[in-house]
């Protein structure tokens, strides 16, 4: 008989072993479902699959940025007007040289920043007394950027459709952020600002809080104000440079 034997006392099943991950059904996951797809990501991180699609899809923005835009025309916009000619014909064709370059070395430039911002992010959250490991914050990063790889794509196909794009205008090309009703060249702090609020942008910030709270083992709440105040302080350097950049030009002009 063991009608008298407590049922809490008996040893539970065996629990099923997690699935091995599959990176594409978590790809979609980051769309559809990012909360349980955050959630399988801390407890399994992957890296080489999802980082190589997202490198395979920078190759091809990065191509598509390096042959389509105009990086000399900028940069003779930003000549001061009594710049001898051959001053500014040398500014520009060191200008479409490095920008060309830095296209073309964008995996390259993306895996870096990749790499820093799970870093950062990952000591922060330690700091506050988080949990994790770089596995899972580099891995949660990776995935978070995403949204990222679609805007890049959606640019993709934009600049293959135009030719002689301006690189004053890449800021603005997919129209995913409100500065586009600004004049850069009238208003370069307000329209740098403005760009910080591109909707993939505060996807990835969104995603990131998510991803960070899953593997952190924090509240969504902490997480989003550990990360949006990390975001903050980008974005307010990012102005300083910026303004430093309008101040360098004004001393140049006068």
């Given at each position: ?59 091809v923005t990065g191509i598509a940025v390096g042959t389509r835009v105009d990086f000399a025309a900028a940069a003779m916009e930003n000549m001061p ?50 949990e994790g490991n770089y596995k899972q914050a580099f891995s949660g990063n990776v995935y978070a950027s995403f949204p990222s790889v679609l805007k ?103």
């Amino acid at each position: 008989m063991t009608a008298g034997v407590d049922a809490s006392s008996q040893p539970l099943p065996p629990t099923a072993a997690e699935p091995k991950p599959n990176p594409w059904q978590r790809i979609a996951g980051v769309f559809f479902s990012p909360n349980e797809t955050f959630q399988s990501i801390a407890r399994r991180p992957d890296i080489i699959v999802p980082l190589l699609i997202l490198l395979l899809c920078s190759v091809v923005t990065g191509i598509a940025v390096g042959t389509r835009v105009d990086f000399a025309a900028a940069a003779m916009e930003n000549m001061p007007p009594d710049a001898p000619a051959d001053r500014a014909e040398a500014g520009a064709k060191m200008a479409q040289t490095f920008g060309r370059i830095f296209a073309f070395s964008s995996p390259v430039l993306v895996l870096i920043g990749l790499t820093i911002i799970a870093g950062v992010l990952l000591i922060a959250f330690r700091i506050m007394g988080g949990e994790g490991n770089y596995k899972q914050a580099f891995s949660g990063n990776v995935y978070a950027s995403f949204p990222s790889v679609l805007k890049g794509l959606i640019m993709a196909v934009v600049l293959f459709a135009r030719s002689g794009v301006g690189a004053q205008e890449m800021d603005i090309l997919v129209r995913s952020n409100p500065a586009f009703f600004v004049e850069q060249k009238v208003h370069p702090i307000l329209f740098s600002f403005l760009t910080s609020l591109d909707i993939f942008t505060i996807w990835y910030v969104i995603l990131l809080v998510i991803g960070f709270a899953a593997i952190s083992r924090f509240p969504k709440a902490k997480a989003a104000a550990i990360i949006i105040t990390l975001w903050v302080i980008a974005v307010v350097i990012k102005l300083g440079f910026v303004g430093l950049g309008v101040m360098m030009r004004s001393k140049a002009g006068a």
